[in-house]
């Protein structure tokens, strides 16, 4: 199963709203995660099955969608959500993720 | 505070080999399955392996099949990656990853070591 991640970067002002589409070319039904990597940081769980919240993640985030195409939101952007955000499908190995998307501030 | 701690990483010729160790602690190690997950230079996150919490299912990705194997010593708290037939695409970090629950390993991480450097160059 392949993950294409869309745009692959993007520039984006202060308190705008953010959205990122991660694509499997095959079923996974929810079993989908995102992440954030900050510039040389180790990446760090956001969400989990398509739109789970984890703990300590600021609620501007969140995520939605099931099958094949997935999404996630940034409602306000903020200058600390500078970051690679990676899809990850978990339904099965291999645990592939997406290709990843820049998020900038404008 | 859980943690996990990579180790083994380095500069190897194309051909030759490395043994990475994930060592665990703070958490109940043996009940989780592991991954390792590597970096290239500039580059996103590639899946690499999984070995389950009881060692007896494992992994891996297409493109290390073969050349690479995934253990754990449960005594140790330690999983390792022995890599052989090294190549200049697998240089990167290596970072090692715990699933969110016990006793399946097909799930989302929410621990990550810091990560291990190898590099592959003649």
């Known amino acids: 199963i392949q993950m294409t991640q869309s745009p692959s970067s993007l520039s984006a002002s202060v308190g705008s709203r953010v959205t990122i589409t991660c694509r499997a070319s095959?079923?996974?039904?929810?079993?989908l995660a995102w992440y954030q990597q900050k510039p040389g940081k180790v990446p760090k769980l956001l969400i989990k099955?398509?739109?789970t919240l984890q703990s300590g993640v600021p609620s501007r985030f969140s995520g939605s969608g099931s099958g094949t195409e997935f999404t996630l939101t940034i409602s306000s952007l903020q200058p600390d959500d500078v970051a690679t955000y990676y899809c990850q499908k978990y339904n099965s190995a291999p645990l592939t993720f997406g290709g990843g998307t820049k998020v900038e501030i404008k | 505070q859980v943690h996990l701690v990579e180790s083994g990483g380095g500069v190897v010729q194309p051909g030759k080999s490395l043994r990475l160790s994930c060592e665990g602690s703070e958490f109940t190690f043996n009940n989780h399955g592991i991954h390792w997950v590597r970096q290239a230079p500039g580059k996103g996150l590639e899946w690499v392996a999984v070995i389950s919490y009881g060692g007896n299912s494992k992994h891996y990705a297409d493109s290390v099949k073969g050349r690479f194997t995934i253990s754990r010593d449960s005594s140790k708290n330690t999983v390792y990656l022995q890599m052989n037939t090294l190549r200049p695409e697998d240089t990167g970090v290596y970072y090692c990853?715990?699933?969110?629950?016990?006793?399946?390993?097909?799930?989302?991480?929410?621990?990550w070591g810091q990560g291990t450097p190898v590099t592959v160059s003649s």
């Open positions: 095959q079923y996974i039904t929810n079993y």
């Open positions: 099955a398509a739109s």
């Open positions: 990853a715990k699933p969110d629950r016990e006793g399946d390993h097909d799930r989302p991480f929410d621990l």
